[in-house]
T-cell receptor
Framework: AQKVTQAQTEISVVEKEDVTLDCVYETRDTTYYLFWYKQPPSGELVFLIRRNSFDEQNEISGRYSWNFQKSTSSFNFTITASQVVDSAVYFCAKASGSARQLTFGSGTQLTVLP | GAGVSQSPSNKVTEKGKDVELRCDPISGHTALYWYRQSLGQGLEFLIYFQGNSAPDKSGLPSDRFSAERTGGSVSTLTIQRTQQEDSAVYLC????????????????FGEGSWLTVV
């Protein structure tokens, strides 16, 4: 199976600190897609970003930014100036070319303390 | 509503009973997925429906699990003779038509059905 690894099980930061969540994936696909989802305590998986394997441009959306490094098979997620509302479990996921099935990492529990 | 809707939100059932979980996808989404989230196993793919094509059932853990999708919209996941290890959150998701090489499609999830088997 082509794994997605999120080595950080739990991270705690103090509000306004920057935090980076790591994601490393395995793939034999030429075309694939990478995702980040946020799961707040309510349980719903909230879509954050989708990145195509042929587009290595990094992306910034407000306080969120993503660093896609194909050479190291990593797709890391940085939250700048973290806020208490950012506290959640964050999942990295990968899909093959047809994006039929997502393979999820085990998630990183982020706690932002006031 | 605009999102993926699932019912019931919570279900407690006795071991050995059958349960049905319902999913109403986002309007216009032709692809529908079921995933399961449990403490020991993380997020696991169960089954996938796309239009009139045969479903991909490769993730179903046993023959006690089945799912159907009527009229290309609402889906029901059925677990027969429930066991305690079936206790988990069952997440439904939907997306637009999946087409190779078009950049994939974003998959949107519902809030899940929390199943507890006692």
């Amino acid at each position: 199976a082509q794994k997605v690894t999120q080595a950080q099980t739990e991270i705690s930061v103090v509000e306004k600190e920057d935090v980076t969540l790591d994601c490393v994936y395995e793939t034999r696909d030429t075309t694939y897609y990478l995702f980040w989802y946020k799961q707040p305590p309510s349980g719903e998986l909230v879509f954050l970003i989708r990145r195509n394997s042929f587009d290595e441009q990094n992306e910034i959306s407000g306080r969120y930014s993503w660093n896609f490094q194909k050479s190291t098979s990593s797709f890391n997620f940085t939250i700048t100036a973290s806020q208490v509302v950012d506290s959640a479990v964050y999942f990295c996921a990968k899909a093959s070319g047809s994006a039929r099935q997502l393979t999820f990492g085990s998630g990183t529990q982020l706690t932002v303390l006031p | 509503g605009a999102g993926v809707s699932q019912s019931p939100s919570n279900k407690v059932t006795e071991k050995g009973k059958d349960v049905e979980l319902r999913c109403d996808p986002i309007s216009g989404h032709t692809a529908l997925y079921w995933y399961r989230q449990s403490l020991g196993q993380g997020l696991e793919f169960l089954i996938y429906f796309q239009g009139n094509s045969a479903p991909d059932k490769s993730g179903l853990p046993s023959d006690r699990f089945s799912a159907e999708r009527t009229g290309g919209s609402v889906s029901t996941l059925t677990i027969q003779r429930t066991q305690q290890e079936d206790s988990a959150v069952y997440l439904c998701a939907s997306s637009l038509l999946i087409m190779e090489g078009t950049g994939g499609n974003t998959i949107y999830f519902g809030e899940g059905s929390w199943l507890t088997v006692v």
